[in-house]
């Protein structure tokens, strides 16, 4: 009888040993155990280990504003108050496996010089990606990127009478569009990525009808008036660098291009400089590049210079 309890309490401990000396673990921001995940018939070797990460940074700053070229808005200098939200959620196991969200808010007070004042810097990008990596600096992906903005825009100009008048020219929805990539990557460590979208999708889709009476045409962002959507296929080309050149000196670039089967290219660069003065100061200088032949056959740039407030949590 002692041997058979003996032997029966062996092995419910070892049963007990194998399971909390080998969970599956799902940890937050790489301090507190959330979920143990056990296996008890497993090898003892860990199928899932997922680390979560997260990054919220807000900012509110002041800025002004150089146009050249520049067709999506009146192209007239003018100070901005700005705010930023950017979050960030990261997923990753101990091997291959890369998962990334990103919420990316700009949202800002425009002031002219003839004092007319309206929302602008209202963009909203939902990024999702997914990276498998095979290699040391070599794997997958797949990636897609939605956009809209919330409030109305619209485009102030002078009539022959001397009256301002508005005309829309953008709304929440429209337009809407979404990027979606799926191919190769390279990776540098610390430094950056490029990925070459081997096959690629872009959505557009416009909500509100009255932007083409508005604007007097029958295509608008590429959408002709008899039809609710745009959907071209082709391929993606897309460089990221996110890397600390110095301590203070943060560098973040986004070159985008997108081919599609049948007209040129649209190339979207956004080449910005941050620069941290103390915990709660910080300076940045952005530059952003568009060219999309179905809005303007010009290149058209921004340049804007920001000091403001600025917090990470």
Not at 37 to 47: E, N
Not at 139 to 164: A, H, K, M, P
């Amino acid at each position: 009888m002692w041997g058979k309890r003996t032997g029966t309490g062996m092995v419910m401990t070892m049963f007990l040993l194998h399971g909390f000396c080998f969970p599956q673990r799902l940890v937050w921001n790489d301090r507190d155990t959330v979920r143990m995940l056990t296996i008890p018939a497993d090898s003892g070797q860990s199928l899932l280990r997922l680390r979560i990460t997260q990054k919220i940074e807000y900012s509110l700053a002041l800025s002004g504003i150089l146009f050249v070229n520049w067709e999506r808005e009146t192209a007239v200098n003018q100070f901005v108050v700005l705010q930023d939200l950017f979050c960030q959620w990261l997923a990753v196991n101990d091997r291959n496996l890369r998962i990334t969200q990103k919420f990316i808010h700009h949202l800002g007070l425009q002031y002219f010089f003839d004092s007319i004042a309206r929302f602008h810097f209202d963009e909203n990008i939902i990024e999702t990606r997914v990276e498998w990596k095979f290699r040391k600096n070599h794997g997958i992906f797949f990636s897609s990127c939605l956009s809209s903005r919330l409030f109305n825009s619209y485009t102030v100009e002078t009539n022959d009478s001397g009256y301002q008048v508005r005309s829309l020219n953008s709304s929440f929805l429209t337009p809407f569009t979404g990027l979606f990539s799926t191919g190769f990557q390279f990776k540098w460590l610390r430094f950056g990525s490029l990925n070459f979208g081997i096959s690629s999708a872009k959505f557009t889709w416009i909500r509100d009808k009255r932007i083409y009476e508005a604007q007097q045409t029958d295509i608008c962002f590429g959408v002709p008036l008899t039809k609710k959507n745009l959907l071209e296929y082709g391929i993606s080309f897309q460089f990221v660098v996110d890397t600390d050149v110095i301590k203070w000196m943060h560098w973040n670039c986004d070159l985008l291009i997108f081919k599609n089967t049948e007209l040129p290219a649209d190339v979207s660069l956004r080449n910005l400089f941050g620069f941290r003065i103390n915990r709660f100061l910080k300076v940045r200088l952005q530059t952003r590049i568009f060219y999309e032949e179905q809005i303007s056959r010009k290149v058209q740039v921004e340049n804007m210079v920001s000091v403001g407030f600025s917090v990470t949590l």
